[in-house]
């Protein structure tokens, strides 16, 4: 039986057991705030890391992982698959290709862009591994998996939206009017960008609207897994969980909290669903 090994990015929210589940291993990416480097590793306190960065009036960085980083993870396997938050929002896949040029046997590497982030990358590794497990050829697992990621759905509710506004990727008075109105932008990962797909005034609300497009968007959803990464939301987390289950017919619907580049760019209590 032939050795194959996955490689994620920290922005994909696996855990420590799913790493186990999966056979899979984590690459950390960074963030600094004013001078404090947070390295994204399972050790992080995402809390502690979050609440640097709203209090900061600075911009907060992130940094992907170093080429050689990646390299050194394409060890011990025949097969290397690595998955990585989209290349909009990141350079850790262009990273993850750099590594390759620098490892031994740079053919039996093969990076695959998410185009998403949090739930989505997760989302991948998961069917990613379901491939393997089923003997299928290396060829015809990156076909499907390629496939997979292009047809994969990854929308969002933020309740937070200043890391958005502070990054640019939202005006002050857009951020202002989200903030006194009570309005939720629903929002989704159109290959790599963020692009709004509705707006509601109030958590529940949201919630909802986030279940009846992920309906619109999947309306066969038997035999798919779905994906709910949360930033200190469980509650929210499982409201979503509730309605999509009335709604939809996945075989499995996944709940994680984020972990720190995730929580950084969906804000404290955004969750993000992927499908």
Same mark, same amino acid.
């Given at each position: ?23 899979? &291993? ?12 947070? &390295? ?12 640097? $960065? ?32 989209? $290349? ?27 185009? $998403? ?23 015809? &697992? ?18 937070? &939206? ?114």
């Amino acid at each position: 039986m032939r050795s194959a090994k996955i490689i994620v990015d920290s922005g994909g929210d696996l855990t420590p057991a799913l790493c186990e589940t999966l056979g899979a &291993v984590t690459v950390p990416l960074s963030m600094l705030v004013e001078d404090k480097e947070y &390295v994204d590793s399972f050790d992080l306190d995402v809390d502690a890391f979050l609440t640097a $960065s709203e209090k900061s009036r600075q911009v907060t960085r992130t940094a992907c992982p170093a080429p050689a980083a990646y390299a050194a993870a394409y060890e011990g396997a025949e097969e290397i698959y690595v998955v990585t938050l989209t $290349s909009k929002l990141s350079g850790s896949y262009a990273a993850a290709m750099a590594g390759k040029e620098l490892c031994e046997a740079p053919e039996k590497v093969h990076v695959f862009d998410s185009g $998403s982030a949090a739930s989505g990358p997760l989302l991948v590794t998961l069917e990613l591994r379901r491939l393997l497990d089923a003997g299928l050829p290396r060829e015809e &697992v990156i076909q499907k998996t390629q496939t997979f990621i292009e047809e994969m759905q990854t929308i969002f509710v933020l309740e937070d &939206v200043s890391a958005l506004v502070k990054n640019g990727r939202m005006s002050r008075l857009a951020g202002k009017l989200v903030t006194a109105l009570s309005i939720h932008p629903i929002l989704a990962a159109d290959h790599g960008e963020i692009v709004q797909l509705d707006k509601a005034r109030g958590s529940a609300a949201a919630l909802r609207r986030l279940a009846d497009h992920a309906l619109r968007l999947r309306p066969v959803s038997k035999g798919r897994t779905a994906c709910i990464s949360h930033c200190f939301n469980r509650e929210a987390a499982e409201q979503l969980k509730a309605r999509l289950e009335e709604l939809c017919e996945f075989d499995e619907i996944l709940i994680q909290q984020s972990r720190g580049l995730s929580s950084f760019y969906a804000g404290r209590y955004g969750v993000v669903l992927a499908f």
